[in-house]
Each structure stands twice: as C-alpha cells, then as structure tokens.
C-alpha cells in the first residue's frame, strides 16, 4: 500500500472532445430515468439526495486519496461526526436540562477536564525547567492517570444525573444547516489532530490508524447516552428546507436535492481550481515523489496535513447532510460497509483525483448498491416460480434478507471487475504537461 494511487493519464495539450465522459453519463443519466420509471418518483428522488450526500463524501476522499496519496479508512468516523453535529445543533432545546442546574455542573467538569489536560501537557515539558527526562515521563502519566480517573468519576455522575432527569442534554433549535458547518469544522479539527499523528505512518499504518480512531467515534457516540441518546437514536431531526409535511414527499424531496446539487457544484468548482493553482500542483508532486518535492523545498508534512483536514471537512459537512435528510441520528448505524467501503468504492470506479468521475461513481455506485436487492429479489422470484412450477420445488424462506445480501456480492463483484479491467476508474486523472 505504499503508493495507492494510480498514475494520472498524461495528455497532450491539444483539447480533444470528452466522448468517454459523454457516455458515461448518458448511459448514468438512462439508468437514473429507468430507476424513476420502475421504483417512482418520491423514491428515486430520495435515491438522488442520497447519492448526492455520498458525493460529497467522495469528494473528500478522492482529494485525500487522489490528490496526495492518503489512505483514509476512518471515513465513517468524520460521517458520524457531521451527523452528531447535524443532530445536536438542528435538534429543538430540551428545557428538562437547559432549565435546571445541570448544565452548570457539566460545564464544571469540562472545566476540570481542560485543565487537567493543560497540567498533564504541562508536565511533559518539566524537562525544560531541569527535570531528568525519564522522571518527566512519570510524573506526567501519573499525574495523566490520577487525573482521568478523577475527572471520569465526575463526569459519570453528572451525566447519570441528565440521563435519569432530562433523558439527553437535547440540542440547540438552531437551523439545521449550521450543525452541517460545524460538522465540517469539527470533523476538519479532529483531522487536524488525527493527521499531526499519523500522516508520518507509512499509507498502510495510516489506513489501520484512521480505521481504529473511526470505531473510537462511533463507540464514544454509541455509548454517549447523555449526549446522542445512544442507541435509542435521536428523531425527526428538522431539514433546512422545507418537508415533506409542508409541500409533500416528492417535491420536499426535489428541493433538498436541489440544495446538495448546488453544494457540489461549489465544491467541484472550488476543488477543480484548486487542483490546477500552484497548490495543487504541489500536492501532486507530494504525491508522485516526495524525496524530489522535499529536496525543491516544500514542506511536505504541512501540505499534507492541509489536504487531510479538508478532506475531513468535506466528510463532515457530507455526513451533517445525509443525517438530516435521513431525519434520524442512530450512532449504531453507522457502518464501515456503509460509509467507508462504499465511498471507496466510488472513488475508484470514477478515477481517484478526478473530481467528474468521482461524481460520476458516487451516483452508479449508489444505485447499484440500492437496486442490486430489488433486482435480485426479481431473480429469486423468477427462480423460486420456476423451480415450483417444474421441478416441485418448496420455495426459501427470507427471500428478501437473501436479496439483501446480495449488495455486498454485486458491489464485490464491480470493485473486482474495474481493478482488472480498469484500475485507473472509468474517468482517470488527466494532468496536462505543456511542452
């Protein structure tokens, strides 16, 4: 896993008509329409805002992956992230906590906690005043050790006191489009930090890194009863536009999709002059030899950590969007199948650093992934029918659990057949080289 990424297509100069581009995406667009004609309009426009929620997502990997050769499979952490924050900001006031004490003592002990981390960092750097390096190092993990325990204990009681009062903390009535802006910094900060550690890792150590703080997440939401509900799940949570009560599942559906659609096309516009600045540049030569890139002057580390945190953004923001329009916040269905399998496999169908063919692969995937059930449910049928009638056959039980399963065969299936027959995605990365 040393060098993930493809090597870019090299063209010449001269513009050439994108014939490929112009057939994939006419043969996506009669897809699109021939899932509105089998399934209907609400559910195909559902299909869309969805698809267009896991583009965001791609995008954000394919600039992490494509642009700078980072294997991020933590994805579904920085996802729940923007749901979190999606949830807690959109979520209407709980009065039975904001109205009492509670939050005064929960605002105490995260008091207490900040500064205990203040002291414990603190005493790693006692070696400045003279103190033996090794004596520094015990003082600072007893001293780490004695606080966490003492600061947990407090925050136990406190948070058995909401959950046995208030039920969960509840959120703060604000649109829901702010929680996805905050989603996106906070999952762009956790990513900051994430990346300060382990963008030095070789790609596959970075991989197994990203993938273990993403369970990390997901249990702490999980198990976050006071703050997320936990397993419970937090619902309705309010959309930024207006819903289905107001003007009806297919029209409330076709604005939400209207909103996601403008946001990747700000997103693809900033990203695509972004790749061919200077900067982008520069993360491309980062990518493609690091050794000639450092030897030039950059500064690797940093350009990196840039590129990891916006992806992280991006994720966040993504997340906060899907979370909304799903209407629920259920950390337990948060998934590496669901939201970091499947988003890399988008990439890698569209072309990883091709920001149209990630696109492109977001919204195929996505309905091969939704249609594979019911098209196999069709099959299953067809066979049991015919087994029946010919043979005498007793018919399964559970045919559509059955179908169900038959998502992780078709999506196994396509990621084989492209990395044989096409490994650089159906739309590879064009770097143009003016002679």
Not at 181 to 188: K, N
Not at 200 to 226: H, P, Q, V
Not at 258 to 274: D, E, K, P, W, Y
Not at 282 to 298: F, L, Q, T
């Amino acid at each position: 896993m040393n060098n993930p990424t493809p090597t870019p297509t090299e063209t010449t100069p001269q513009s050439r008509f994108p014939v490929r581009e112009v057939v994939l995406f006419g043969a996506l667009l009669v897809a699109v329409l021939g899932v509105y004609m089998a399934m209907g309009t609400a559910y195909s426009t559902r299909m869309l805002v969805e698809a267009a929620c896991y583009a965001i997502l791609a995008l954000g990997l394919t600039i992490q992956w494509g642009y700078a050769g980072q294997f991020n499979a933590g994805v579904m952490g920085f996802v729940a992230i923007g749901g979190f924050s999606a949830m807690f900001f959109s979520v209407p006031v709980n009065d039975a906590f904001w109205g009492t004490e509670l939050p005064g003592e929960l605002g105490r002990v995260l008091l207490y906690a900040v500064a205990s981390i203040a002291l414990v960092v603190g005493a790693t750097r006692l070696d400045r005043l003279g103190v033996p390096k090794k004596l520094r190092t015990v003082i600072a993990v007893i001293l780490g050790v004695v606080l966490y325990l003492v600061v947990i204990s407090m925050l136990r009681a406190v948070t058995s006191e909401i959950q046995s009062r208030a039920g969960f903390v509840g959120g703060l009535g604000l649109p829901a489009w702010t929680g996805w802006i905050v989603g996106g910094a906070l999952a762009g900060g956790i990513g900051y930090y994430i990346g300060r550690i382990c963008l030095g890792l070789r790609s596959d150590y970075l991989a197994i890194a990203t993938l273990g703080i993403a369970e990390i997440i997901k249990a702490f939401l999980k198990n976050s009863d006071w703050l997320t509900r936990g397993t419970a799940t937090v619902s309705p949570l309010p959309w930024p536009t207006p819903g289905p009560s107001e003007l009806g599942f297919t029209l409330a559906r076709a604005v939400y999709l209207s909103v996601t659609a403008a946001m990747i096309a700000v997103i693809f516009f900033l990203l695509h002059r972004a790749y061919h600045a200077p900067w982008g540049r520069m993360i491309r030569a980062i990518r493609d030899n690091e050794v000639s890139a450092a030897a030039m002057g950059k500064d690797i580390n940093k350009r990196r950590l840039e590129i990891f945190v916006l992806g992280c953004i991006l994720m966040g923001v993504g997340g906060g969007a899907l979370a909304s329009f799903n209407s629920l916040f259920d950390p337990q269905g948060y998934l590496p199948l669901n939201h970091t399998f499947l988003v890399l496999v988008m990439v890698i169908l569209g072309g990883p650093g091709n920001n149209l063919g990630t696109i492109f692969g977001a919204v195929a995937v996505y309905i091969i992934w939704l249609m594979s059930e019911p098209l196999a449910l069709f099959l299953m049928n067809l066979a049991v029918m015919f087994g029946e009638g010919v043979f005498g056959w007793d018919p399964p039980g559970n045919l559509s659990s059955r179908a169900l399963q038959a998502r992780v065969l078709v999506i196994g299936l396509l990621i084989t057949l492209v990395l044989r027959f096409a490994p650089q995605g159906l739309l590879p990365e064009k770097v143009k080289h003016h002679g």
